[in-house]
């Protein structure tokens, strides 16, 4: 099982970081030792002094392919969730300013947290609507008809790449608002006002 994430897919979000809005997504890969879930906790670690919460919209791979078609891409995934993509933006920043891979940033443990997932067949994936709370406040709030890149364009594109395995995850980018985690805190996240995803900060 591997993690397929997509960044700066809301040009909302590529600006606030001061990044240009892409031609073509752009893709980092996390290994299944990254994996969160269950609400499970996220602790801390000591590596990285500004962690953030990246709120996304996450589909499940539900057969194995390879090179597919956009108009074959719909039947690839069948279920939708909500993931937190904690990314060490001190660490980011060092690795982007020489010119080196992320992974530290973005692959370390426990640094996707997906939530249970749900049938697709109950939204229209073309606007799904997202919210994440932190402590009770809502900061982030996005819709998936503001993606750049659609569901069925980044199925074919990844798997151009990377044969795309069944029970392999897919983050599919965040809006704007994305901010630092501080211990203690409780993020919830809600797909179509309905409550998925639940994390404390420890
Ligand atoms: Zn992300």
Redesign the pocket.
Known sequence: MKII???R?YSD?AKELNNPVPKEPLIFIKPSTALLTDNKPFYHPDFSQEIHY?L?VVLRVKKTGKVIQPQFASSYYDQIGLGI?F?ARDLQDQCKSKGHPWEIA?AFDNSAAVSEFVDLKTFNPLSVHFQLFQNGNVVQSGDTADMIFSFDYLISYISTYFTLQQGDYI?T??PSG?GKINIGDKLEGFLEGNKLLECKIK
Request: hydrophobic content about 20%; charged content about 30%.
């Open positions: 994430c997509i960044g897919n979000h990246e996304e993509d990314t973005k983050f980018g965040t994305v």
